[in-house]
T-cell receptor, first 114, second 109 residues
Framework: DAGVIQSPRHEVTEMGQEVTLRCKPI?????LFWYRQTMMRGLELLIY????????DSGMPEDRFSAKMPNASFSTLKIQPSEPRDSAVYFC????????????FGSGTRLTVV | KNEVEQSPQNLTAQEGEFITINCSYS?????LHWLQQHPGGGIVSLFM???GKKKHGRLIATINIQEKHSSLHITASHPRDSAVYIC???????????FGEGTQLTVNP
């Protein structure tokens, strides 16, 4: 398996523009997580899905952020409109039900909003 | 007070030294993870523990559930071990991970 695949790796956009981050989890994993990492706050959970259904979105900063998982092999995180304070590295991770299974992280998307 | 606390925040060692990074948590957990993040940002899962001890090469992770404490040990450290090591716990309620702030390890040749 190629692991968790995120795209793009880097994104630079102007304030006010819409940004869409993409994630393909590992086949067979039924959990998908979106995390954000900043120098100030470290790693934070934004939202996670189980079997394509959003379970906990309490970490989503505000209404400008939305996430979808239309099927088991694809998820998007959208920011509209983007702001400079959204600049961060966004990680997607997937996991499988069962305490013995760990998490696999994608390589991350480094977002810069200017 | 953070739910997951790591110490030290920064650690510098000479090649060959034995290294210990500590993690304490205050919530009930079903598992604890040790993650490694190299410059350039990729996150790699090193261990997942729910009890006892695990070993992989020069890395050893232990957990004491009663004391709510885990340690990551690196034997015979090497400059390529230089990275940020992050402790994360999976709470018994739900599937989210709660992260420590990380320990920046630098191993000098």
């Amino acid at each position: 398996d190629a692991g968790v695949i995120q795209s793009p790796r880097h994104e630079v956009t102007e304030m006010g523009q819409e940004v869409t981050l993409r994630c393909k989890p590992i086949s067979g994993h039924d959990y998908l997580f979106w995390y954000r990492q900043t120098m100030m706050r470290g790693l934070e959970l934004l939202i996670y899905f189980n079997n394509n259904v959003p379970i906990d979105d309490s970490g989503m900063p505000e209404d400008r952020f939305s996430a979808k998982m239309p099927n088991a092999s694809f998820s998007t995180l959208k920011i509209q409109p983007s702001e400079p304070r959204d600049s961060a590295v966004y990680f997607c991770a997937s996991s499988r039900t069962g305490v013995s299974y760990g998490y696999t992280f994608g390589s991350g998307t480094r977002l810069t909003v200017v | 007070k953070n739910e997951v606390e790591q110490s030290p925040q920064n650690l510098t060692a000479q090649e060959g030294e034995f290294i210990t990074i500590n993690c304490s948590y205050s919530v009930g957990i079903s598992a604890l993870h040790w993650l490694q993040q190299h410059p350039g940002g990729g996150i790699v899962s090193l261990f997942m523990l729910s009890s006892g001890k695990k070993k992989h090469g020069r890395l050893i992770a232990t957990i004491n559930i009663q004391e709510k404490h885990s340690s990551l040990h690196i034997t015979a450290s090497h400059p390529r071990d230089s990275a940020v090591y992050i402790c994360a716990v999976k709470e018994t309620s739900g599937s989210r991970l709660t992260f420590g702030e990380g320990t920046q390890l630098t191993v000098n040749p």
